[in-house]
């Protein structure tokens, strides 16, 4: 498992909010418990969904987010929880290339 500064900007002892959080649950976030990591998972999400928002405008996000009921419900009842972590981890990469 990659340390978080693999996948961050944040450095050992740098004062950083991400280097709290490694202090306090380890490099990797092993200590921190699973539930917790799904619940920050979340916010993390709900904070890049109010940032893409601002940015695309609220006309043209209102209109995307109609497809995501359809495909939410089918998620759920279609996709295993193991091909849903790989689902999420496909959709951040591409979020951070922009894609």
């Not at 693999?6 to 092993?30: H, K, V």
């Amino acid at each position: 498992m990659k340390p978080i500064g693999y996948f961050t900007t944040a450095m050992p002892d740098d004062g950083s909010y991400i280097d709290e959080l490694q202090q306090q649950y380890g490099s990797t976030f092993a200590t921190m418990p699973r539930t917790l990591k799904a619940a920050l998972l979340v916010k993390l999400a709900e904070n890049l969904l109010s940032t893409e928002i601002k940015m695309a405008g609220y006309a043209v996000a209102e209109h995307e987010m109609n497809a995501l009921q359809p495909i939410a419900d089918n998620i759920y009842r279609r996709v295993t929880i193991g091909e849903q972590l790989g689902l999420a981890e496909a959709i951040v990469n591409q979020l951070k290339c922009r894609g």
